[in-house]
């Protein structure tokens, strides 16, 4: 049961370029939404997370957008880098409950000169 | 400060062995979350300890056990391996036991080889 679906699975995008990142989820009793950075060999490292009451947030050159009523939410990176490439991971929680997080399948991104 | 430790970083093991994995925390770290990756895929929740409890567990069989140390660190043993066994072995501490705004920090994992 995937509770959470990400998409595109792989994307490219040139530097400078502002790749977008989708994600949807099922259960609206989620109510922290994670996004986590993973470079090969190295383990998930968070970049930026939200709560459903904001609809955007902003750190640095990562930005969410969260749609409560669509139960979806995405990531955009501005002026992408070389070295933003790697894997992405949107992923949610409930807030009072274990440190469960359940991560959607990825998104690797690779950005070019 | 030293972030989350795991060893051993590689291991290989044929099926029906069973393995044991290890993770320390970062310091004052008191929680403690286990995720298998497997290759293309996002992690998926194993267990979580908390002050040497058991605070959640996922959607894997009993061959699948954990536990947390005094000192927090943990260690997760795996039974009768199976080739789907093999996977990315990551462990993540946190200061508390409730997710949502306490951040979880990963470690490198153990990527872990069952033939």
């Known amino acids: 049961q995937q509770q959470v679906k990400q998409s595109p699975q792989s994307l490219i995008v040139q530097k400078g370029g502002i790749p977008i990142i989708n994600c949807a989820y099922e259960n609206t009793a989620f109510d922290y939404f994670p996004w986590y950075q993973q470079f090969p060999g190295k383990g998930p490292a968070l970049l930026i997370a939200?709560?459903?009451?904001?609809s955007e947030k902003k750190e640095g050159r990562f930005t969410i957008s969260f749609n409560k009523s669509a139960k979806q939410f995405s990531l955009h990176i501005m002026d992408s880098q070389p070295g933003d490439s790697a894997t992405y991971f949107c992923a949610a929680t409930i807030t009072g409950t274990a440190s469960k997080l359940t991560f959607g399948t990825g998104t690797r991104l690779q950005v070019t000169l | 400060d030293a972030g989350v430790t795991q060893s051993p970083t590689h291991l290989i093991k044929t099926r029906g062995q069973h393995v044991t994995l290890r993770c320390s925390p970062i310091s004052g770290h008191k929680s403690v979350s286990w995720y298998q990756q497997v290759l293309g895929q996002g992690p998926q929740f194993i267990f979580q300890y908390y002050e040497k409890e058991e605070r959640g567990r996922g959607n894997f069989p009993d061959r699948f056990s954990a536990r947390q140390f005094p000192n927090y660190s943990s260690e997760l043993n795996v039974n009768a391996l199976l080739l789907g066994d093999s996977a990315l072995y990551l462990c993540?501490?946190?200061?508390?036991?409730?997710?949502?705004?306490?951040?979880?920090?990963f470690g490198p994992g153990t990527r872990l080889t069952v033939l």
């Open positions: 993540a501490s946190s200061r508390r036991h409730s997710g949502g705004g306490d951040e979880q920090f």
């Open positions: 939200i709560r459903p009451d904001v």
